[in-house]
């Protein structure tokens, strides 16, 4: 039974994958249908084989929204047709970005570009800023999949080097770097979703969640070199120990070297075909990223003349990856169908106009100052930054708020890696924990609470000066 329906469930949410792109190009009302119910279905089926505990947050917000549905008197037909159909490009690009990582399988790349880095990583504060950057990067093709692959990566080449002190160093570095992507890498749904919602410019939210996120990059750095000196343990002399293990066997290879350039060409070539199309061609980003993901992917296995593994990938894709991923996409059709509940019965005006009272009733203190803390709390109650920037995003995008749509954005995401950092019970924190084998706690509220604390005022301070300034 548990097969047939994970066998069901692929078949209806490709299905709804695929009818995102058609009523798109195509339009219509039965093709809209069509849609709506394939997510409905895929909806339903994830719940014969999700676990209690995974279907639990699902449910909630399904619940949820119908008590907004019954309390507004709005149709529920239509509210269910509608609302299935909200979240169609989101889950779209996440079906479609982790073939990005069938590229990566092909050589070794992020191999390479470590040793192409080596004699720039030769000190401790050196180090850390490369793994941050590292992560980012990697981020941009395998999202939270880049914090086990990196730490693996790096705990191999300090396979010598154990201890908390070492783990904390390695954690800190990884997790802040993952966060700090959500403000501007364009794979990282969630920031892609809030653009797009919000109707902000992408070049401009790019540049300025590049511009704070490389400051919280130079904060994290700071920050390590106070925890260095608090454990008492000189990591540079651990690292530059290994580095001299491993210059002759770097001096022999002349190809990772070239491997290390053909993942940069690779970098270059998406980030930079999205950009340009998203200039040329007036669609949503949503649809835009999809639409490039499978013509690069496919274009570099013609080029190696691997088209065979695209078949390959394919199969192993759909048959083990995309039941797997039931728990997330069961949560962004929940709260699609909960968002266009409150958009319907008006009910996001009054939570805005709410969250303005409380501001205004506040000396100081404006919507802004606000906004992240509720990404933050609902990251402590289980909701991932995904979830809650599609709610919150959502809700913002029927009203008219008093700031440019970027600087909302910002607040935004400032908010979700805040939430990234601190949450035991969102995804990446999870993952860390399950390398390194830290509590969840630890590696998460205990080892970046000050930190976290430091990049909201970083923030705050830049927003607020836009305001006073600009506004």
């Known amino acids: 039974m548990v097969q047939i329906a994970k066998r069901g469930y692929t078949f209806f949410i490709s299905l709804y994958v695929l009818m995102h792109f058609v009523v798109y190009f195509i339009g219509g009302d039965m093709l809209s249908t069509t849609l709506s119910?394939?997510?409905?279905?895929?909806?339903?089926?994830?719940?014969?084989?999700?676990?209690?505990?995974?279907?639990?947050?699902?449910?909630?917000?399904?619940?949820?929204?119908?008590?907004?549905?019954i309390s507004a008197g709005t149709s529920l037909i239509e509210g269910t047709v509608s609302g299935f159909t909200v979240m169609s490009g989101l889950i779209a690009l996440l079906l479609i970005v982790p073939t990005i990582s069938w590229v990566l399988e092909e050589k070794p790349y992020i191999e390479s570009v470590i040793n192409?880095?080596?004699?720039?990583?030769?000190?401790?504060?050196?180090?850390y800023f490369g793994m941050m950057v590292i992560t980012q990067i990697i981020s941009y093709f395998l999202l939270f999949g880049s914090i086990p692959m990196v730490y693996s990566m790096i705990n191999d080449f300090l396979s010598n080097q154990k201890g908390e002190a070492w783990e904390n160093y390695k954690g800190t570095a990884l997790l802040r770097a993952f966060s700090l992507t959500t403000m501007w890498v364009v794979s990282i749904p969630s920031f892609?979703?809030?653009?797009?919602?919000?109707?902000?410019?992408?070049?401009?939210?790019?540049?300025?969640?590049?511009?704070?996120?490389?400051?919280?990059?130079?904060?994290?750095?700071?920050?390590?070199?106070?925890?260095?000196?608090?454990?008492?343990?000189?990591?540079?002399?651990?690292?530059?120990?290994?580095?001299?293990?491993?210059?002759?066997?770097?001096?022999q290879d002349t190809k990772g070297n070239r491997d290390a350039l053909e993942f940069g060409f690779l970098f270059v070539t998406l980030?930079?075909?999205?950009?340009?199309?998203?200039a040329l061609w007036d669609v949503q980003l949503l649809l835009i990223i999809p639409i490039v993901i499978v013509a690069w992917v496919i274009l570099y296995f013609i080029i190696r003349k691997?088209?065979?593994?695209?078949?390959?990938?394919?199969?192993?894709?759909?048959?083990?990856?995309?039941p797997n991923k039931a728990?997330?996409?069961?949560?962004?059709?929940?709260?699609?169908?909960?968002?266009?509940a409150v958009n319907q019965s008006g009910y996001g005006e009054y939570?805005?106009?709410?969250?303005?009272?409380?501001?205004?009733?506040?000396?100081?203190?404006?919507?802004?100052?606000?906004?992240?803390?509720?990404?933050?709390?609902?990251?402590?109650?289980?909701?991932?930054?995904?979830?809650?920037?599609?709610?919150?995003?959502?809700?913002?995008?029927?009203?008219?708020?008093?700031?440019?749509?970027?600087?909302?954005?910002?607040?935004?995401?400032?908010?979700?890696?805040?939430?990234?950092?601190?949450?035991?019970?969102?995804?990446?924190?999870?993952?860390?924990?399950?390398?390194?084998?830290?509590?969840?706690?630890?590696?998460?509220?205990?080892f970046n609470y000050k930190y976290a604390i430091a990049f909201y005022v970083m923030v705050q301070i830049y927003l607020q000066l836009f305001v006073l300034f600009f506004l």
């Open 37 to 69: 119910l394939s997510g409905l279905a895929a909806f339903v089926l994830g719940y014969f084989f999700l676990p209690v505990k995974q279907a639990a947050i699902s449910l909630l917000l399904l619940i949820i929204a119908l008590i907004v549905h």
């Open 116 to 127: 192409f880095a080596q004699n720039l990583l030769n000190t401790s504060r050196k180090f």
């Open 192 to 251: 892609i979703f809030a653009v797009d919602a919000l109707g902000a410019s992408l070049g401009l939210s790019i540049l300025q969640g590049f511009f704070i996120s490389f400051a919280g990059i130079l904060l994290s750095v700071l920050f390590s070199y106070y925890q260095e000196r608090h454990y008492g343990v000189d990591l540079t002399a651990g690292i530059q120990e290994q580095l001299q293990k491993i210059a002759e066997q770097k001096k």
């Open 271 to 278: 980030f930079g075909s999205i950009f340009l199309l998203n």
């Open 306 to 322: 691997r088209s065979s593994a695209i078949t390959e990938n394919g199969k192993t894709y759909v048959a083990k990856s995309i």
């Open 327 to 340: 728990q997330q996409f069961s949560i962004l059709l929940a709260a699609g169908f909960l968002i266009n």
């Open 351 to 446: 939570i805005i106009d709410g969250l303005f009272y409380v501001t205004d009733a506040v000396p100081f203190l404006n919507f802004l100052w606000v906004l992240p803390f509720v990404v933050i709390i609902l990251g402590f109650i289980g909701l991932g930054p995904l979830t809650v920037i599609v709610l919150v995003s959502g809700i913002l995008q029927g009203v008219d708020l008093p700031y440019p749509p970027e600087i909302v954005v910002l607040g935004i995401t400032s908010g979700s890696v805040i939430s990234i950092m601190l949450s035991p019970l969102i995804l990446p924190s999870i993952i860390l924990s399950s390398v390194n084998k830290l509590s969840i706690i630890k590696n998460g509220l205990m």
